[in-house]
């Protein structure tokens, strides 16, 4: 093969292979409050999403404690998951950011109600504090779906 002809051929493999790069999607979460950030970033094939807090989206947290809003906050995973045709299932990794780590096992208790066929890796943090005062904060991380066929 010519030096022409190679280089002819990683020119039409490379933009072959730019043209097949996936563009990054910025997502808001309908209703919500306005924040400075996404509530997911979709990049290749990859759901990232932001930290959820278990607020209402006016923003106001439920009353009750680490129980309501750690159901609150899953349950603005699962929307935002079910935004993008995913699933619980398709959670990969788990971050928990909590204000007391007194409160890991109520937090826990609600938590695994939402992964009940698999458990997804997951690191838990004692913060000093947390948006509008909440007690708990989840991101999390998961696969796209692959579209159908």
Known sequence: MSRSSIFALVVVLAGCAHAAAPAT??????????????????????????????ADSTGKLPPGGIGPETKQAMERIKALLAQQGA???????????????????????????????????????????????ARVEIECLAKQPAPPK
Not at 25 to 43: D, E, L
Not at 97 to 115: K, P, R, S
Request: proline letters at 5%; glycine letters at 10%; aromatic letters at 12%.
């Open 25 to 54: 999607q910025y997502v808001t979460m309908p209703g919500s409050v306005a924040r400075p950030f996404s509530a997911a970033v979709i990049t290749n094939g990859m759901i990232y999403l932001s930290g959820q807090i278990g």
């Open 87 to 133: 699933t619980m299932d398709d959670v990969v990794k788990c971050t928990v950011f909590l204000a007391d780590m007194q409160e890991w096992g109520a937090m826990n208790e609600v938590y695994v109600t939402f992964f009940p066929t698999h458990r997804p890796a997951r690191s838990a943090f004692g913060a000093s504090g947390l948006a509008l005062n």
